[in-house]
């Protein structure tokens, strides 16, 4: 666990995406065993979007409320779709977490993750960890290796930790019906 306001500032090590106004840090591996050790005070926190949550699956106890959700919009220049925020992330993060709780925040590698405990500690939640190598962990970076460019060097799943493709009605993100008219005008159904 790496805690930067035990170790005198920012962690430099910590690329600066995933670094948060709390300085609390962890890794899946440390994440599980916490949840593991007081599962009613420690929430993990899934802010990936549903597409990500249900199809690359999750950690059995995560609750998923999205930071942003993806527009089906393709950018040539960056390759890959343009994102948009969830208006009500806070409001639902309030709904469904104490500002008592342990929340340990994952997205796929760190960075939304990191996002979502800034908007966390701005409201006042003063315990919010970033899962730093998160579901699917951080890419390797060897030509020589044949997962060069892959996420496989950490993370929950390369970790060997439990996860699921299995939808909990209380831990799945519900979308509003006007969410639902977006993703209906989005896939022009």
Known sequence: ???????????????????????LYVTAKEAYDMWKDNP??????DVRCPEEYV???????????????PKYEWHEDKRRYSAEPNKDFMADAQNLLSPDD???????????SAMA???????GYKNV???????????????ENVYHGKRMKN???????????DLDPDLVWHPRKEDMEKVKIALDL
């Open 1 to 23: 666990m790496q805690d930067s306001k035990n170790t005198g500032g920012s962690t430099p090590e910590l690329h600066k995406m995933k670094q948060t106004s709390l300085g």
């Open 40 to 45: 009613e005070k420690v929430k993990i926190l």
């Open 55 to 69: 199809l690359i699956g999750h950690p059995d106890m995560a609750l998923n409320i999205p930071l942003f959700f």
């Open 102 to 112: 342990t929340i340990l925040a994952m997205c796929r590698s760190g960075g939304r």
């Open 117 to 123: 405990a800034n908007q966390l500690a701005q409201a």
């Open 129 to 143: 960890y970033n899962i730093i190598d998160g579901m699917e962990g951080d890419t390797v970076n060897d030509p």
């Open 155 to 165: 993370g929950w799943k390369n970790t060997g930790l439990p996860w699921t493709h």
